[in-house]
């Protein structure tokens, strides 16, 4: 009995996620940054075994009509636990997984291609390097409160072979970093948090700093 129960919470805390990662795969693509089938977004939860497991959206779906169906579960080694049918991990779990194997307190991460992410370049023009804001009230949206506090936003290579982003992403965040969000030269955003609506947040502060320096409404 006690193991059915656990089962049935499981899948309760799973479909849970699902259902809320649905809304705002919804709101991303409404907006136009989860157009033609890109982006995917991410949740952790615990198994009854005690283990951190993320479900993804699956490759190939559109964002605008998913399904509880459109998502594959993994372990944070990338082994798929359970997906739906014909539903297979986009290339970009990886870089989910960077997060959360690095970022305990994370369950949210969320990845867009917007415009304004996709064109923006670091000052020196070059790739990886940073964006730093400072003196912009929006950087408190990413939890950026002090006053004349810099932010500085990393921008990594668009490797082909989507694992070595992930990499480059988890050798940056061996270090603590104080911004909740990265780009990917030419692609889009990916940030996280401890809720989804952290990393909704983030993600839009990410998008509304990215305009700021394209000089983009
Ligand atoms: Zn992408």
Redesign the pocket.
């Known amino acids: 009995m006690a193991e059915a129960a656990e089962a049935r919470s499981l899948d309760e805390a799973s479909r849970a996620s699902r259902l809320r990662l649905v809304e705002l795969a919804t709101r991303y693509h409404a907006a136009g940054w989860m157009l033609g089938t ?2 995917n977004l991410s949740a952790r939860f615990h198994g009854t075994d005690g283990r951190s497991r993320a479900v993804l959206t699956a490759s190939g779906c559109d964002k605008g009509r998913l399904g509880p169906e459109d998502f594959v579960e993994v372990d944070l080694d990338g082994r798929v636990h359970a997906a739906g049918p014909q539903r297979k991990p986009s290339a ?1 779990t990886s870089i989910h997984l960077a997060v959360y194997q690095r970022l305990p307190d994370v369950a949210a991460v969320h ?1 867009v ?1 917007t415009v304004a992410s996709t064109l923006a370049r670091p000052a020196t023009g070059g790739v990886p390097g940073e964006i730093t804001f400072e003196g912009l009230e929006m950087i408190k949206g990413w939890g950026l409160w002090e006053p004349g506090a810099a932010a500085p936003l990393p921008v990594f290579p668009n490797h082909a072979h989507v694992p070595d982003i992930a990499r480059d992403l988890g050798s940056w965040l061996d270090t603590p970093r104080p911004v909740p969000a990265m780009l990917i030269a030419g ?2 955003i990916t940030a996280w948090g401890r809720t989804p609506e952290d990393a909704l947040r983030h993600v839009e502060i990410t998008e509304f700093l990215c305009r700021v320096v394209q000089r983009l409404g």
Request: proline share 0%; net charge negative.
């Open positions: 890109s982006g970009e990845h291609h692609h889009g």
